[in-house]
């Protein structure tokens, strides 16, 4: 029986790759580039800054001027965190159905609290959430189980009961890591990524869909 349920943000709960696109898109504007569309960027919106810095200068972080490149990425999505953010199609009702259900629920992310705490009090769900794990709220971030772990402890519910819905493999690795289900979101940042080894209970085309998964 699932008891509670916890969601991965991005590319799950909700759709920041538009914001995250343009916080690229501005940085290489400052470097005399083009624009990328958001086809492009939407499959690595899950994968972070490094991720995304990589998809946009061919960097990685131990590159020469990479610190630069994300300092100036970070700075401008902070001040720009939820222009073109909102929830995905069905997210609304799921969120209120949990809550009549009296299921607690909350947030598992690997985003940083500087983001994570701003973003979901823009979109009015921070109050509302049981919990608020980010990226750095534990010496170790997913794939590793100590997130999820923490999100357990915090809200009282043994992980066994509690469900986790997310969009990546590294999702799936903690969610099996933590002894705790996992849900595919299929409708997020997947790409057509082939889930079918991966260490999960089954995927969702829409957020509703998960009810059936309780």
């Known amino acids: 029986m699932t008891k509670a349920v916890l969601f991965d943000l991005d590319g799950t709960f909700a759709d920041t790759a538009p914001d995250l696109a343009a916080a690229l898109n501005h940085v290489r504007s400052l470097h005399d580039l083009p624009p990328l569309p958001l086809a492009a960027i939407r499959p690595?919106?899950?994968?972070?800054?490094?991720?995304?810095?990589?998809?946009?200068?061919?960097v990685t972080p131990d590159a020469p001027g990479f610190a630069?490149?994300?300092t100036a990425f970070l700075d401008y999505y902070a001040d720009h965190i939820c222009v073109h953010t909102v929830l995905f199609p069905?997210?609304?009702?799921?969120?209120?159905?949990?809550?009549?259900?009296?299921?607690?629920?909350?947030?598992?992310?690997?985003?940083?609290?500087?983001f994570t705490?701003?973003?979901?009090?823009?979109l009015g769900m921070a109050s509302r959430a049981a919990c608020l794990v980010s990226g750095d709220t534990c010496a170790r971030a997913k794939p590793y189980p100590d997130p999820l772990l923490k999100a357990?402890?915090?809200?009282?519910?043994?992980?066994?009961?509690?469900?986790?819905?997310?969009?990546?493999q590294r999702d799936a690795q903690a969610?099996?890591?933590?002894?705790?289900?996992?849900?595919?979101?299929?409708?997020?940042?997947?790409?057509?990524?082939?889930?079918?080894?991966?260490?999960?209970?089954?995927?969702?085309?829409?957020p509703l869909q998960l009810l059936h998964c309780l």
């Open 44 to 58: 690595q919106a899950s994968h972070g800054s490094i991720g995304l810095l990589k998809l946009g200068f061919e």
């Open 117 to 122: 705490v701003p973003l979901m009090q823009a």
């Open 175 to 206: 969610a099996q890591a933590a002894d705790m289900r996992c849900i595919i979101a299929a409708y997020g940042y997947i790409n057509g990524q082939d889930i079918s080894a991966w260490p999960i209970h089954g995927a969702i085309e829409t």
């Open 90 to 114: 069905g997210m609304v009702q799921l969120i209120d159905t949990l809550e009549q259900r009296h299921l607690p629920w909350g947030i598992v992310t690997n985003k940083p609290h500087r």
């Open 68 to 70: 630069s490149l994300r």
């Open 152 to 168: 357990s402890e915090i809200i009282g519910i043994a992980p066994q009961l509690c469900l986790y819905l997310g969009d990546d």
